[in-house]
């Protein structure tokens, strides 16, 4: 399975962005659907966003749609989510994942038990 790495997280003000990025180990990147995941304190792991393996289409969770983007860069292996419009509610610790096949139906990134790796995670933090 493909190893990742994320970075770029932060503290920053209610209203401010914040874009993470997610290194993959290996060309494998390029295969897989990815997605980003979140987790606050005292709460269970939330979907936040799906790309296709071949970039073209994005699936997003309710709480985020219209305010961040992901994308992808599969020469340089790497995923990315930019954060807009920040609120204290999107405080947690993301992290980035890819599931245990490659291709197949990104949707269906939105249920953990699909995913196969995950970074480290890094945090997020929106002060108000």
């Known amino acids: 399975q493909v190893q990742l790495v994320e970075s770029g997280g932060g503290l920053v003000q209610d209203g401010g962005s914040l874009r993470l990025s997610c290194a993959a180990s290996?060309?494998?990147?390029?295969?897989?659907?990815m997605g980003w995941f979140r987790q606050a304190p005292g709460k269970e792991r939330e979907f936040v966003a799906s790309?296709?393996?071949?970039?073209?289409?994005?699936y997003y969770g309710d709480s985020v749609k219209g305010r961040f983007t992901i994308s992808r860069d599969n020469p340089k292996n790497t995923l990315y989510l930019q954060m807009n419009s920040l609120k204290p509610e999107d405080t947690a610790v993301y992290y980035c994942?890819?599931?245990?096949?490659?291709?197949?139906?990104?949707?269906?990134?939105?249920?953990?038990?699909?995913?196969?790796?995950w970074g480290q995670g890094t945090q997020v933090t929106v002060s108000s």
């Open positions: 790309i296709s393996w071949i970039g073209g289409t994005t």
């Open positions: 290996d060309h494998t990147f390029n295969f897989y659907n």
């Open positions: 994942a890819a599931p245990n096949q490659p291709y197949g139906d990104y949707r269906r990134m939105n249920d953990a038990t699909s995913i196969g790796s």
